[in-house]
């Protein structure tokens, strides 16, 4: 199984400034298989990217992703209110499916 | 537009089963795999079971084979999830999710999911 790591487990940070999520894979990742998510309390998960830096549908372009083997990055480039989330990421190249355990972006 | 509804989730006792439903509208159901994935609460996502477009491919956790069964009708655009000798730590919210694009379940991203329903294993 490969094991996801994210970090930090929680960023502060203020609208305005530049986020910056980790995703560290236990085996190498082909760049296909790689997806961030975004999940608000009460909501589903919201797909941003996959394909390592291909934006979803609707997804603004301050969000962006890179990387790849074994290391991934997603950055917000100038974070709104509505950007405050746990964001996920995901690899699906290899079975079982596996999620990190998430980075927690909080309002500083 | 794509519409995933979630049912079929309540509280059982330790031992139990539980199926649960996902309803698809909006898209050509059989062109998909889809995966059912859980959050308990407060903890993170974990995916739980994949089954590609026509049924005859499938794959699971390890905590969940042997117990779990995920199913589709192609017909009636429905996936399910057969939940049985269920265990305390199946307590989560059960999301239904599509693959982005493609007939297997691990073809890529999980770009639709439905809204979530709650499974509470308790005596």
């Known amino acids: 199984e490969i094991v996801l790591t994210q970090s930090p487990g929680t960023l502060s940070l203020s609208p305005g400034e530049r986020a910056t999520l980790s995703c560290r894979a236990s085996?190498?990742?082909?760049?296909?298989?790689l997806a961030w998510y975004q999940h608000k309390p009460g909501q589903a998960p919201r797909l941003l990217i996959y394909?390592?830096?291909n934006r979803a549908t609707g997804i603004p372009d301050r969000f962006s992703g890179s990387g790849s083997g074994t290391d991934f990055t997603l950055t917000i480039s100038r974070l709104e209110s509505e950007d405050f989330a746990v964001y996920y990421c995901?690899?699906?190249?290899?079975?079982?499916?596996?999620f990190g355990q998430g980075t927690r972006l909080e309002i500083k | 537009e794509v519409q995933l509804v979630d049912s079929g989730g309540g509280v059982v006792r330790p031992g139990g089963s539980l199926r649960l439903s996902c309803a698809a509208s909006g898209f050509t159901f059989d062109d998909y795999g889809m995966s059912w994935v859980r959050q308990v609460p407060g903890k993170g996502l974990e995916w739980v079971s994949g089954i590609n477009w026509n049924g005859g491919s499938t794959d699971y956790i390890d905590s969940v084979k042997g117990r779990f069964t995920i199913s589709r009708d192609n017909a009636k655009n429905s996936l399910y999830l057969q939940m049985n000798s269920l265990r305390a730590e199946d307590t989560a919210l059960y999301y239904c999710?599509?693959?982005?694009?493609?007939?297997?379940?691990?073809?890529?991203?999980?770009?639709?999911w439905g809204q979530g329903t709650l499974v509470t294993v308790s005596s």
């Open positions: 999710a599509r693959v982005d694009t493609g007939y297997n379940w691990n073809d890529g991203a999980l770009g639709y």
């Open positions: 085996q190498s990742v082909s760049s296909t298989y």
């Open positions: 394909g390592t830096s």
């Open positions: 995901q690899q699906c190249g290899s079975s079982p499916i596996t």
